[in-house]
């Protein structure tokens, strides 16, 4: 034992021992072994006599080393303490494993609206920052990133050859290597294929590359769109509450499938038809990915007022409604 390290002296003092050995023959080093130690000073100072851990003293213990600490800190201990509980249960001794804390949602997603769609465009085309070449780049990722719903890294990825003019349809290598295709509006393609003809070398070229032939980055295009916030005079970060609300680029993303449902939602298509298809648009592995973007503003607020204004009217006061609507 080394003069830096704690005996350990409560009930369960040689278990943990040997639960501290096999870490160290599996090649773990272990920097948080010290909560293992907590455990068992918090043990000892209870007067544990027996060897088992019931949820009084678990729950005892997080709660006297944990109070005042964040949620991630807390699954710390708990995600360690996991692992010797499971250890303990293979001895054949019983042991309580609390659940996590689920982490508080500290990130609100933005949808840009429609007076700041028409600043950052009409900024875009008109940008005076840059070099020459970004001037033209950049604006045309912009309506990319919004008109199809890409991620940044999809975005700057492509290539000419990732590009079918003919039908309007992009070849989109997305996350986790799930390839994809995304078709096009014909105005952007139109827009697109004017753009590749004037900027690119040939098929093996980036559709977003700089001098050196290599891919723009993301930096390149962060750095670009904080610059055009600040010429619309748009805020980068808003409050939120406790959360913080941020504007970036992947905000078009949030914007693209907001406003993907509410048009299908007002031409009367189902959205129990549409969600599965815009998950596979989206390049989402599952459902739920794609529920993370569905968030309510102002318009949808609008749009549920006016279908329902007609029975609503019988039932609430009708100054709620003439507030809003007409």
Known sequence: MSKNE???????????KGFATLRASQGYGDKNKYILHTLDQYLAACGIS?????????DGWLAFRCDGLSNKTKNCYIAYYAQFAKYLISLGIAAFIPECHKPAQMYVPHV???????????????????QPKSRVQFPMLLRIL???GLRLGEALALRVFNVDFQMGVLIVDGKGHRERLVPMDGFL???????????CKNSDSFVFENDNGEARTPNWAQSLFYKLLESAGIERSKPFGSARHDICLHSFRHTFTVESFRKQDIAGIDNYHLHPRLSIYLGHKNLLETQKYLHMTDKNST???????????TIFPKELYSEVLP
């Open 6 to 16: 704690t005996a350990y002296i409560s009930i369960l003092k040689d278990e943990m």
């Open 50 to 58: 027996r060897k088992e851990l019931l949820p009084s003293a678990i």
């Open 112 to 130: 840009y609206s429609e007076q700041e769609l028409n600043a950052i465009f009409c900024v875009a085309d008109s940008m005076a920052f840059g």
């Open 146 to 148: 919004y008109c199809c």
């Open 189 to 199: 393609t139109g827009i697109l294929k004017r753009y590749c003809g004037a900027l």
């Open 303 to 313: 749009d549920i007022l006016a279908a329902t204004k007609s029975d609503a009217q």
